[in-house]
């Protein structure tokens, strides 16, 4: 970038640009806001640049929510020495505040986070006679079958769930592993999957759940659905509570706030070690690949990744140490080449692997000392 | 001294033998004038892609018109049709091969990223992280509702019971901060090579 390093000089400019572009996004329909929008651009090409960089910014900083957790804190070291060399003459005036650790970006986050976890939580509903199943798979298994009501349940292997088909209600409850719903359309009568801290509620859509520990994934192909937390006197939600406790939020407007829509095309994983929220954009075809054999994790802790393994390829794998569990992988798994993925992971972790009978165990690599 | 100067805003000629001719002229003149601005205008909701799909589809719009009209009727002809065809795209947004853009630029790929991509993302990402923690308390929420959660101006207003005017002055302050702390990343980085 050729970049003047007196940046505040054109701050005032920049923040006309951002006037613009708040009331662009508010009434995208005004012809006449457009006009003058447009004769503003015309009037200066500095006026079109900075509006471009509006825009740069606004994407960039839209990365943040897929991005949460312990790696803020745990690189964020090599970003924020360096923020502070920014020249003084770089700061907007209003910003005083001391550059914290990275730590503290992670917490930052845990707040937009725990947003979702204090919502008024929705009773699950009881009334009513109920048409009961319970399902399971065993690992490797892969079992397709639709409910009485036409929707479709297709579960992964080492799963487990429990239907609940009332005149007013669909629950059903996911208590291990993972599934895809395709939900047969009925407005009158929710569709709820409810799995670890969350009520996953749809109408008419497909979507995906899968469950380990205290984590879900939820990934939507198509149509919305709204992600709530289940009340729980202990366990995550009451964590998340402290975590926000703790920084001091305002607990006020928190409680107000809506269910989190997730849309298709989107995946919300909530939980796990760091009981941080991820929102990722994925690919429709790609939400319930692994019905083909295919496994996509974004960042995914590696004891949920191989919780997925198992279900789908049958295929054990222990890890000797749960700090283990924590590491964050990204990639496909493909569930005929478990093997081969399993032998690549000291190439990527600071691990080693072996075998024990049928299953792999996974330890801590020790650095030979020299 | 304007780079693209504006047309002119009179009359086209009617019924004209030629009129066909110079309609067609006066459309790519509007169009070479505005694309850019088309798109930036796309661009404040909808992704790069998206956005040149939908500004293609709005000058076809534009050819089929029957009617000669004035050029800024054509203008405003074009940027009208350009938004209902945004906000339809948000709305029909499921069933649409490419994703969210509000998530950023992850969408702007159609392939998956690379490892190195996704590690140049992740770095970016921590950094608008550690921005917006910088940020005071309120400010941060009313961005991360507009922003990451695609809230209007109205909604965040109510959720945090806060005026309009207040949640727009947090909009800008937030931009304004991150754009500085992201422009004084990227000054390190060149000075490091």
């Known amino acids: 970038m050729n970049d003047d390093p007196t940046v505040t000089s054109d701050l005032p400019r920049f923040r006309e640009a951002c006037e613009w572009f708040v009331q662009l996004r508010e009434q995208p329909e005004s012809t006449n806001l457009i006009a003058e929008w447009l004769s503003w651009c015309n009037s200066d090409p500095r006026n079109r640049q900075a509006f471009e960089e509006v825009r740069n910014t606004w994407l960039i900083v839209g990365l943040v929510p897929a991005h949460t957790g312990v790696d803020a804190r745990a690189d964020g070291s090599q970003i924020v020495p360096a923020a502070r060399h920014t020249p003084p003459a770089c700061r907007p005036g209003r910003i005083h505040r001391p550059y914290k650790l990275a730590a503290a970006a992670a917490a930052g986050l845990a707040i937009a986070a725990g947003i979702f976890w204090l919502l008024v939580p929705a009773p699950l509903s009881t009334s009513g006679s109920a048409d009961v199943s319970t399902f399971a798979t065993v690992p490797g298994e892969h079992r397709s079958f639709m409910l009485a009501d036409g929707s479709r349940v297709e579960m992964a292997g080492d799963s487990r769930l429990r239907v609940s088909l009332r005149a007013q209600t669909r629950d059903i409850e996911l208590q291990e592993g993972e599934a895809y719903f395709n939900v047969a359309h009925d407005r009158a009568r929710p569709f709820t999957v409810h799995a670890g801290a969350l009520h996953v509620r749809a109408v008419g859509t497909r979507f995906d759940v899968r469950t380990s520990a205290d984590r879900v994934v939820v990934a939507v192909e198509e149509g919305v659905v709204v992600v709530e937390p289940r009340p729980e006197p202990t366990g995550p939600m009451s964590s998340m509570l402290s975590t926000i406790r703790s920084l001091g939020g305002d607990a006020r407007p928190i409680n107000r706030l809506r269910p989190l829509h997730v849309r298709g095309g989107q995946e919300i994983a909530v939980g796990g070690p760091e009981q941080d929220l991820q929102l990722l954009p994925i690919e429709p075809t790609q939400v319930s690949s692994w019905r083909e054999g295919r496994l996509r994790f974004a960042r995914e802790p590696l004891q949920s990744v191989i919780s997925s393994i198992r279900g789908v390829s049958g295929q054990e794998i222990e890890l000797a140490d749960p700090d283990l569990g924590e590491l964050r992988f990204t990639g496909t798994v493909f569930s005929s080449g478990v093997e081969a993925w399993v032998h690549a992971l000291p190439a990527i972790f600071p691990v080693t692997v072996h075998r024990d009978g ?10 030979p000392r020299g | ?15 004209d033998q030629c009129a066909e001719k110079t309609r067609n002229s006066a459309l790519s003149l509007l169009f070479v004038a505005h694309n850019e601005e088309l798109l930036s205008f796309l661009m404040t909701r909808l992704s790069e892609a998206e956005a040149r799909e939908v500004a293609q589809e709005s000058y076809a719009r534009l050819l089929r018109l029957d009617q000669l009209e004035t050029l800024s009727f054509l203008r405003a002809y074009l940027f009208k049709t350009a938004s209902n065809l945004s ?18 630029f992850l969408h702007e790929l159609a392939s998956e990223p690379t490892p190195e991509e996704l590690t140049a993302r992740e770095q970016e990402a921590r950094l608008a992280a550690s921005c917006l923690e910088e940020l005071p308390e309120a400010c941060r929420r009313a961005f991360l509702l507009y922003r990451v959660y695609e809230y209007s101006l109205a909604e965040v207003s109510h959720e945090m019971g806060v005026s309009e005017r207040m949640i727009r002055y947090y909009v800008v302050q937030a931009l304004s901060h991150c754009r500085m702390r992201l422009k004084a990343s990227r000054c390190e980085q060149d000075a490091q090579k």
């Open chain 1, 358 to 367: 049928a299953r792999f165990i996974i330890e801590h690599r020790v650095e």
């Open chain 2, 87 to 104: 906000i339809d795209r948000l709305r029909h947004r499921a069933t649409l091969r490419i994703t969210q853009p509000q998530l950023g």
């Open chain 2, 1 to 15: 001294m304007p780079a693209v100067t504006l047309l002119p805003v009179g009359d086209l000629p009617q019924s």
